[in-house]
């Protein structure tokens, strides 16, 4: 065999070694050049990716407030009945006189000045007479959210040029919204109802506390199962099961389950969890089952291939002064392959987090307007809100959809930070 079939032909005054010599350089060189460019392409999306989130987004942290004095009119309040009241009316009285406007025999005018105004300040003032009655007859300050479109047009993603038949606001609505801030009746500030506020069908009173608690809860019911069982299955596979038929048909299956899609375990969810086993539907309890089905594979995949990192001196070395097998694996080969366990582990409870498909399927994806009172209450979770939003018509909710996605990518790269903490630890420790 010559020198040319090996791929190399010499120049002359250069050797054949030389040649290839030169030839494994440039294929090293090339090989780096196309790293680098795959880093490059992928950083390039992920930037596009969250530039995007963000972008869209930031918005919903900043919310616009009206402060409002509001004379409780006596006459339209009846003390026998509080709760039947039309408290937005009374505050569109007050905004109407501030604004110089008389309403008409059709309520037409309350009715376009309630369209500003958030229906959070009606509830205040019915909080206020629910509390003290001697508020009858005079004038209270509140102060609350605008609507979400009123705070879209302060925001400036509802723009005035727009024609006024492809808005929600007409120029009138615009024009006391100008007179109002203008008066120094609406400020900005930061967006906390946001995030100590639940979901609701109104875009300015909608939040995410809700859906953060039942994911949290989940969470905790899927670690609770899956990293347990998960780390105790691979350490009876890894170092104590006998290597035979049986086990190898065990490992093909844990294999393949790892890659099922996760629909599939809702479906498993829904028949084993839902209908025969009667656990409530859309509750973190069977939402945390579910994924913890889900995330048991990659669990024991992940603990496995710890624990083959272990050198087999450490073994050898337990074995020989005399410590069991269950001594070794327990006292020396687990604690050095933890930080590789509790890095797959929490890995895998990132996945879970994010996965909406089989929550679906065991009914969270209903509206919850509140925290969940309890693993068997009614819940929602951070992914399932931000699909509810996303398929909501009024403009604001896509806005907030954006903000959920953020805080969802605030809680994985915790969670994430939290497995690389926990992996130094534990290298530190051993």
Do not use: C
């Not at 709760?83 to 008389?102: F, H, P, R, S, W």
């Not at 693993?375 to 809100?385: E, F």
């Amino acid at each position: 065999m010559t020198d040319a079939t090996l791929g190399a032909v010499a120049r002359p005054g250069q050797s054949a070694a030389e040649a290839r010599l030169k030839k494994r350089h440039r294929a090293e060189r090339l090989f780096k050049a196309q790293g680098i460019a795959a880093i490059v392409i992928a950083m390039i999306f992920l930037v596009v990716l969250v530039g995007r989130v963000v972008g869209q987004g930031y918005t919903t942290f900043q919310t616009h407030t009206i402060s409002l004095p509001v004379y409780v009119n006596p006459e339209r309040i009846d003390r026998t009945d509080l709760t039947g009241v039309n408290y937005d009316y009374i505050v569109a009285e007050a905004v109407m006189k501030k604004l110089g406007v008389q309403d008409d025999d059709y309520g037409t005018v309350s009715s376009e000045v309630m369209e500003l105004v958030s229906t959070d300040l009606g509830f205040q003032l019915l909080d206020m007479v629910k509390a003290d009655q001697s508020v009858i007859g005079k004038t209270v300050e509140i102060k609350g959210p605008l609507k979400a479109d009123a705070d879209l047009y302060f925001k400036g993603e509802m723009k005035r040029e727009t024609p006024e038949g492809d808005r929600k606001l007409t120029n009138i609505q615009l024009d006391w919204l100008d007179k109002l801030q203008g008066a120094g009746m609406v400020t900005s500030g930061f967006n906390t109802a946001f995030f100590t506020n639940s979901d609701s069908t109104e875009p300015e009173q909608a939040g995410v506390l809700g859906a953060v608690i039942g994911s949290a809860m989940m969470l905790l019911i899927t670690a609770l199962i899956a990293v347990p069982v998960g780390v105790l299955a691979a350490v009876y596979l890894e170092e104590f099961a006998p290597k035979n038929r049986w086990t190898d048909i065990i490992e093909v299956n844990i294999n393949n389950l790892a890659a099922v899609p996760s629909i599939v375990y809702g479906l498993l969810g829904l028949a084993l969890f839902i209908n025969w086993l009667n656990v409530p539907r859309g509750s973190p309890l069977v939402g945390g089952l579910v994924l913890a089905l889900m995330a048991l594979p990659t669990v024991i995949i992940a603990t496995r291939s710890a624990l083959k990192a272990v050198p087999p001196s450490i073994r050898e070395a337990a074995l020989g002064v005399g410590a069991s097998k269950t001594q070794t694996v327990f006292h020396h080969v687990l604690p050095l392959a933890m930080p590789g366990v509790m890095t797959g582990a929490i890995l895998s409870l990132a996945h879970a987090l994010g996965e909406t498909a089989p929550l679906l399927m065991i009914g969270m994806v209903s509206f919850v307007p509140g925290v969940p009172d309890g693993l068997t209450g009614a819940a929602t979770v951070l992914p399932v809100q931000v699909f509810i939003w996303e398929n909501a018509s009024e403009a604001a909710f896509h806005e907030r959809t954006a903000a959920a996605i953020i805080v969802l990518l605030v809680f994985m790269i915790l969670m994430n930070a939290a497995a690389v903490i926990l992996r130094r630890r534990f290298e530190r420790r051993w």
